[in-house]
C-alpha cells in the first residue's frame, strides 16, 4: 500500500507584521474582521505598525496583555521574531525534545535504536507539542470545519498545500492578506507543503515518469489508465497543465520557494520529486539525485528569500527523503539532506506498509536528533504507531476528513460506515464515550440521515468527530512515551482497532 493520497494536501501559513502596510490596503472591512478575532478593537489613530503589532501579540498568545514598546533601535520587537525592516530571526523555531522511548532488541534503528519521542516544536506563531497530528486544510480550509472548531478539537497546527493555494487564489493573495494563517483566521502554527506531490502526480502513469517493470508492483496504482499526461519533469523542475483550467505552468526549486514563502507558513517543504513504487531501480537512483540537487537549490534560495523579505516571521524549511523502499537509496537520501541547512526532514515517497517503520528509522539514523521529522501523508492507525515509534514528530493525513465525507467513521473499535440500516434508529453517539462536539450532541442516526440527504452539516459532523479521533490518538501517544506506557498502549490500541478486521 501507498502511504501516500493522489489528493494529499499540503499547508498553510502565517502572517507578516508588515502585511497590512504593504500597499497600504488598510480597508475598513478587513479592519473590522481582525477586531472581531480578538478581544480588543484596534486602536484607531496609532501608527499601522502599532496596530498590527498588537494583533499579533494577540493572535500568538491569546492574551490582550503584550503591549508593544520601541526597542532601543526604534523598532518594534514582535514576538513573532518578526522586526520590521528586519530580516527574519531564526532563532524562533527549533525542536527540544523531551522523552525518548528506550532501545529495544526490536528497535529497527542502528544497535536497537528507538527514535520515538515527544518533544515542543518551537515556531514564531507558537509551540507545538509532538508527536502530533497535523489536520490537512488542503485550500487554506477544513471542509466543512471552521478553524475555530479545529481550535477547540484540540488541534494545534494545518497543513495546507502550497500547489491548490497557487492555482487559487494566487500566492500574492496570501501574502497581501499577511499569510495564511491570517487569511484563514488561524490562530497558530502552520504548514504548507512544496506542491512537489500534486504536480508530480499529475505525470504519473506516463512512459517517462514511470517504470516499465509492473510485474512486482505492490503499492495502490496513483495512475488512471487512459489519463492525459499533465506533467513533464525535466532536470530544472515540472512543466505542468492546470488541472483547473488547463493553462501552462512550470514549478521549480525556485519557484517553490518563491511561492511557500509568499504563502508565509511556519514549516514549509523542499521541492522534491515524488516516485512511485512502479519506478524502476535505476530511475528511483536517478530522482533521489535530482532531489539533492532540487534541495540544494531550495536552501540557497530559501536562505535568498529569508534575507530579501523583510519585517517577516521566520519560516523553517524541512528536505524531503525519498528512496521508495531501498534501504541504501533511503540512507544516501537522508545523508544528503542532513548535510544541507534544513530546519527539519520530511518523510516522503511512496512506501510500502510493511516497511513503513523500517524507513523511518532509517532516516533517523543519518539525521541530527536535533531535527524535527514530518510524516507526510500517513493513511492509517497501524502506520501512524509504526512512525511514531521510530521517530515520527508530526503527521500530516487527509483520511479522516475524506473519510467522514464518504459516511467512514473511525472509532477505537475500528472504522465502520455510518450509512447502514441498522444506524437509522440509532439514537446513541458516533462512538460511545467519544468526548468531541458531535458524539456530545448529536446522534447516529442524525448523521447518517444528513449524510444520505447530502446535507453539509453531515459533512461537518462527521469530520468533528474523525478529526478529533486521530488529534486524540496523537496526544495519548504522546502521553504514553512521556508516561513510559508505550508499547502496552500500541498493543492494547492496535488489537482492539483491528479486532474486527477494519481497515485502515
Ligand atoms: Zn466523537
Partial sequence: MSTFDIDRPAAGNDESPSALNEGNTHDVSRESKLSRNTDTVM????????????????????????????????????????????????????????????????????????????????????DIRTPVFVPVATQAAMKGVLP??????????????????????????????????RFENWDGPTFTDSGGFQVLSLGAGFKKTLAMDVTDMKSDDVIAPGRERKAFVDEDGVTFKSPLNGAEHRFSAEISMGIQHKIGADIMFAFD?????????????????????????????????TEARLGKPYQALYGVVQGANYEDLRRKAASQIASLDFDGVGIGGAIEKRIIGDICAWICDEMPESRPRHVLGIAAVDDIFACAENGGDTFDCVAPARCARNGAIYTRDGRYNIKRVANKRDFGPLEEGCDCYTCTHYSRAYVDHLLRAHEINGATLAT???????????????????????????????????????KG
Fill in 273 to 305: 520529486e515524488l516516485t512511485t513504487l512502479m519506478n524502476t531501480r535505476g530511475y528511483q537512483e536517478q530522482s533521489v539525485e535530482r532531489t539533492f540537487r532540487w534541495a540544494k537549490r531550495c536552501v540557497t534560495e530559501h536562505q535568498r528569500l
Fill in 464 to 502: 468533528i468527530h474523525n478529526e478529533r479521533f486521530f488529534i486524540k490518538l496523537l496526544d495519548d501517544i504522546r502521553d504514553s512515551i512521556d508516561g513510559g506506557y508505550f508499547d502496552e498502549f500500541r498493543d492494547e490500541t492496535l488489537a482492539r482497532y483491528y479486532a474486527h478486521g477494519s
Fill in 148 to 181: 475555530e472548531m479545529m481550535k477547540d478539537m484540540g488541534a494545534q497546527c494545518l497543513l495546507s498545500n502550497a500547489f491548490h493555494l497557487f492555482e487559487r487564489p494566487g500566492e500574492n493573495i496570501l501574502d497581501e492578506a499577511g499569510g495564511l494563517a
Fill in 43 to 126: 486602536r484607531r489613530g496609532t501608527p499601522n505598525v502599532a496596530s498590527e503589532a498588537t494583533l499579533h501579540a494577540q493572535t500568538h498568545s491569546g492574551t490582550n496583555s503584550w503591549n508593544p514598546a520601541p526597542s532601543a533601535s526604534g523598532l518594534l520587537e514582535h514576538p513573532l521574531g518578526a522586526v520590521k525592516g528586519k530580516p527574519a530571526d531564526r532563532s524562533k523555531f527549533w525542536f527540544e525534545q523531551k522523552t525518548r522511548l528506550a532501545d529495544s532488541a526490536k528497535g529497527l534503528g542502528r544497535g536497537g535504536a528507538r527514535y520515538g519521542r515527544t518533544g515542543v516544536l518551537h515556531t514564531p506563531h507558537g
